[in-house]
């Protein structure tokens, strides 16, 4: 009897020789330890094997196909993850071998990827107005949480202001990555504004506070613009303005640094990087290039310098042993592992090809599509949208109260016509039942917003008339 082709070391032969090695009489013997309490003794449940590399094949690809992807849909979902368009050349850069295959880019396997990244970090540095940017962590969640560790490891002190309209996963991660270092205080917004609640952030504001994290354009897509007011308020105090911003705003808004942030994080996704599942998605970090600083990033740094070859420039990690657990894993600022880099170059062509008119431009798109949105949805009878008089970006909050409609009946007569919702805010940020949070980008067109008002005002008056 041979082992199974896909489970290295299943042969018999092969699996004793390996028992023997390590002086076990039987596979029963490794686990001993476990109580038999614990063990499962029965047969799994599981269907029958599949006797070649074809049948495995047309299995996975039925069940692939059970699935609906954007291009089946007419999808007006974000809440940090949006579609957007992605040009061909970044698909054709970042499948390169010499970056998709290169882990990590050591100098060893090094073709031009610590470049890549050095040109990123420099075309985002631009966008931000900052001077130092990362190589990208995971995700926007962690980029927050670690932009508070480092403003606490900066202050020394031991409570933060998180704004209340953040994403609950990105609340989530920053209670797991920072409890255990500070206490973490909800700073409330105004209920008819959607702001930053001023009268509030003044009470709480104390010789303890290590800043203040809110975020412009925040998760229901509103444009903060007390956020000056916010800087000054955290400074005066000693604190330090921490802000979560999306990059693809900034073509026509202006980057968190002009209005007293000093540190800066968002997500790389709408630039350039595919919707998927499980991934997508890469966290940017950017400050200042001030010591206290950059002495701070836990994650990898690149920089550029003289080599020994005289008028050659070389590049690479900047502290890199100083900083990260790369040099000692006991004395890192964090644990950082395996990091989402690829993405970063993906970014940087993005970047590249957009330009400044390029990015202004889409900015000024999603703004046109969104308020055109918001007019068709807002003239639907029962349907308002909230904190209509402040301005937002790609997203807005569209409340279904007066309808009769739940937010899980719209999406489900929404999917019937092809139509992906927005989400469903009701029990997962209070104040919010009975709400969906819509996203418009630049690829909506008219015919798809008006095909979306049609669908919402069908949902809306078949329940009028059946309460009627």
Not at 35 to 63: A, I, K, N, T, W
Not at 86 to 91: E, R
Not at 274 to 284: D, E, L, T, V
Not at 409 to 423: K, P, S
């Amino acid at each position: 009897m041979s082992g199974h082709p896909y489970i290295p070391n299943s042969d018999p032969a092969i699996r004793d020789r390996m028992l023997a090695a390590i002086g076990a009489c039987d596979i029963d013997e490794l686990y001993e330890s476990i109580p038999d309490s614990l063990r499962f003794r029965d047969e799994l449940d599981l269907p029958g094997p599949l006797s070649c590399e074809m049948q495995l094949r047309r299995h996975v690809e039925e069940l692939l196909n059970r699935n609906k992807s954007c291009s089946d849909l007419l999808n007006f979902r974000g809440g940090g993850c949006a579609q957007h368009y992605v040009p061909a050349v970044c698909d054709e850069v970042n499948s390169r071998s010499e970056f998709l295959t290169a882990y990590a880019g050591e100098a060893y396997e090094d073709h031009g990827r610590f470049q890549a990244l050095f040109e990123y970090a420099s075309l985002m540095g631009e966008l931000l107005d900052m001077d130092v940017v990362n190589v990208p962590t995971f995700d926007w969640n962690q980029a927050a949480a670690t932009s508070i560790r480092m403003a606490q490891r900066i202050t020394g002190r031991h409570r933060v202001l998180v704004c209340e309209h953040i994403s609950p996963d990105r609340l989530s991660t920053i209670d797991n990555y920072c409890r255990s270092a500070m206490t973490i205080d909800t700073l409330r917004c105004d209920p008819q504004t959607g702001m930053v609640d001023l009268n509030e952030l003044r009470k709480k504001i104390g010789p303890d506070l290590i800043g203040v994290y809110f975020e412009c354009p925040n998760y229901l897509g509103r444009i903060e613009v007390s956020g000056q007011t916010v800087s000054d308020a955290v400074h005066q105090a000693g604190g330090l303005s921490i802000v979560g911003t999306d990059p693809i705003a900034l073509g026509v808004l202006a980057p968190p640094s002009q209005f007293g942030a000093d540190i800066v994080c968002g997500d790389l996704q709408p630039l350039g990087i595919h919707m998927n599942q499980g991934g997508g998605q890469a966290g940017f970090i950017a400050t200042r290039d001030e010591e206290r600083f950059v002495r701070e990033y836990p994650s990898r740094l690149f920089g550029l310098c003289r080599t020994d070859t005289a008028g050659e420039w070389g590049f690479g990690d900047v502290l890199y042993d100083d900083r990260t657990s790369f040099g000692a894993r006991e004395q890192g600022k964090e644990f950082v592992g395996t990091a989402t880099a690829l993405w970063g170059i993906t970014a940087g062509v993005y970047l590249a090809l957009m330009g400044p008119a390029g990015m202004q431009q889409i900015g000024q798109t999603i703004l046109q599509n969104q308020q055109f949105t918001r007019q068709r949805l807002e003239a639907i009878d029962g349907v308002t949208i909230r904190a209509s008089g402040s301005p937002h970006f790609k997203e807005f909050v569209v409340d279904l109260s007066a309808t009769g409609v739940t937010p899980t009946q719209l999406n489900r007569v929404l999917l019937e016509d092809d139509i992906q919702g927005g989400i469903d805010l009701s029990g997962t940020l209070a104040g919010h039942d009975g709400c969906v949070l819509v996203c418009v980008t630049e690829i909506h067109t008219r015919d798809d917003i008006n095909r979306l008002a049609d669908a919402v005002t069908r949902c809306v008056s078949q329940e009028t008339d059946a309460n009627s």
